[in-house]
């Protein structure tokens, strides 16, 4: 069987879904939520660069198009702080999402 793909709501980047966290806009509440739920959904790639844009720029919430709440930001930051491993929105593993140029890209 197949794996399924999505695509980062911030940076466009291509991977299986068991890659990136799913902010669902639940149906018919319109309620913003974590993981789980019907209706909706806008995947995010689990990188620093990635919350912090779609933070900045409202990528979630006109993925959603609903407004996204600061205290759902802060439980992504804080999942991104606990987290044993990240993903690095740069890497050319089985992306085929936009290209970067990789010189110009810098480290946290």
Not at 37 to 54: M, N, Q, T
Not at 56 to 76: C, T
Not at 83 to 97: E, I, L, Q
């Amino acid at each position: 069987m197949k794996p399924n793909y999505r695509c980062c709501a911030s940076c466009r980047k291509i991977a299986p879904k068991e890659a990136f966290w799913r902010v669902v806009r639940v149906y018919p509440s319109h309620q913003v939520q974590l993981d789980s739920g019907l209706g909706r959904s806008a995947y995010l790639c689990r990188a620093s660069e990635c919350l912090k844009a779609a933070q900045k720029k409202n990528r979630l919430g006109r993925s959603l198009k609903a407004p996204v709440s600061d205290e759902l930001y802060q439980r992504l930051w804080q999942r991104l702080a606990t987290s044993d491993c990240t993903f690095d929105c740069t890497s050319d593993s089985g992306s085929t999402g936009r290209k970067t140029d990789k010189s110009s890209v810098s480290t946290v």
